[in-house]
């Protein structure tokens, strides 16, 4: 039973995270924003950095500009100050709907604010507060590191996926003692009776769980479709700065395949 159970519940880590959402895109470089600056990071030095919108550094040396690289440099800073943070935010959501699914799976089998349900999500809680401490330092201010966005399930999710997996590992025995004494209370049935009350009661969390997050998680996907699109634009004007400004000839923070 306790194969059973792992085997049910790290599946449900991320059944409500984006689903595999292509976007052949990639980030070269790290991106930190906060309200005066955008830093672009390559590593660990700042390669580009531009304060407010039209202002300028390439390695910490100040470009001048004409009045139309400064419209595109405007453009293509409002585009990056906007796309970041939804990057960050699709990815924050898409782990935290998969931490819904397991919480529901938990409570479910040991009964809401049981102990062990309480236990969990002390320490779901407290992963989320870290993940959101990385990449949101406050409502202002993000940070990103080089990232391929093939997949948008794996831009932050496989950091905490073994942690999260962990801790449902090491709790199994709990959750199952649970079960247990869940099941012992039936009296008036069978064994085999209750083993068949249990596995049906399993199949119907499953599915109410599913029906429970799909209308997010197709949320998620249709917002990851629109940021695969948004920097798909920012590629091209980004391409268009690297021809007007010759200090960035050699900048490629978006490369798209």
Same mark, same amino acid.
């Given at each position: 039973?306790?194969?059973?159970?792992?085997?049910?519940?790290?599946?449900?880590?991320?059944?409500?995270?984006?689903?595999?959402?292509?976007?052949?895109?990639?980030?070269?470089?790290?991106?930190?924003?906060?309200?005066?600056?955008?830093?672009?990071?390559?590593?660990?030095?700042?390669?580009?950095?531009?304060?407010?919108?039209?202002?300028?550094?390439?390695?910490?040396?100040?470009?001048?500009?004409?009045?139309?690289?400064?419209?595109?440099?405007?453009?293509?800073?409002?585009?990056?100050?906007?796309?970041?943070?939804? *990057?960050? #935010? !699709?990815?924050?959501?898409? /782990?935290?709907?998969? %931490?819904? &699914? @397991?919480?529901?799976?938990?409570?479910?089998?040991?009964?809401?604010?049981?102990?062990?349900?309480?236990?969990?999500?002390?320490?779901?809680?407290?992963?989320?507060?870290?993940?959101?401490?990385?990449?949101?330092?406050?409502?202002?201010?993000?940070?990103?590191?080089?990232?391929?966005?093939?997949?948008?399930?794996?831009?932050?999710?496989?950091?905490?996926?073994?942690? *999260?997996? #962990? !801790?449902?590992?090491?709790? /199994?025995?709990?959750? %199952?003692? &649970? @079960?247990?004494?869940?099941?012992?209370?039936?009296?008036?049935?069978?064994?085999?009776?209750?083993?068949?009350?249990?596995?049906?009661?399993?199949?119907?969390?499953?599915?109410?769980?599913?029906?429970?997050?799909?209308?997010?998680?197709?949320?998620?996907?249709?917002?990851?479709?629109?940021?695969?699109?948004?920097?798909?634009?920012?590629?091209?004007?980004?391409?268009?700065?690297?021809?007007?400004?010759?200090?960035?000839?050699?900048?490629? %923070?978006?490369?798209?395949?």
């Amino acid at each position: 039973m306790a194969f059973i159970a792992r085997s049910f519940l790290i599946p449900c880590l991320f059944v409500g995270a984006v689903s595999a959402q292509q976007c052949d895109i990639n980030f070269n470089y790290g991106v930190i924003i906060d309200p005066a600056h955008l830093r672009i990071v390559n590593h660990g030095q700042t390669y580009v950095q531009i304060n407010g919108s039209h202002q300028l550094f390439v390695n910490g040396r100040e470009i001048q500009l004409n009045d139309e690289q400064k419209i595109q440099l405007g453009e293509y800073t409002s585009g990056i100050r906007a796309q970041v943070p939804a *990057i960050v #935010s !699709i990815a924050i959501e898409g /782990v935290e709907l998969g %931490l819904k &699914a @397991v919480n529901k799976v938990i409570s479910g089998l040991t009964g809401e604010n049981s102990a062990s349900h309480q236990q969990f999500q002390e320490k779901f809680d407290e992963m989320k507060w870290r993940l959101h401490a990385r990449f949101n330092h406050s409502s202002e201010s993000y940070y990103i590191a080089p990232q391929d966005f093939d997949d948008f399930d794996e831009i932050f999710a496989g950091e905490f996926e073994k942690e *999260i997996e #962990s !801790i449902v590992s090491d709790s /199994v025995g709990t959750i %199952l003692i &649970a @079960v247990g004494e869940a099941m012992t209370h039936r009296e008036e049935q069978s064994t085999e009776q209750r083993v068949e009350t249990f596995d049906q009661r399993i199949e119907t969390m499953g599915n109410d769980i599913k029906l429970d997050i799909s209308n997010q998680a197709n949320a998620l996907e249709e917002k990851a479709a629109k940021i695969c699109a948004s920097l798909a634009t920012l590629d091209d004007i980004e391409n268009k700065l690297q021809v007007e400004i010759p200090a960035l000839a050699e900048f490629n %923070l978006i490369e798209t395949n």
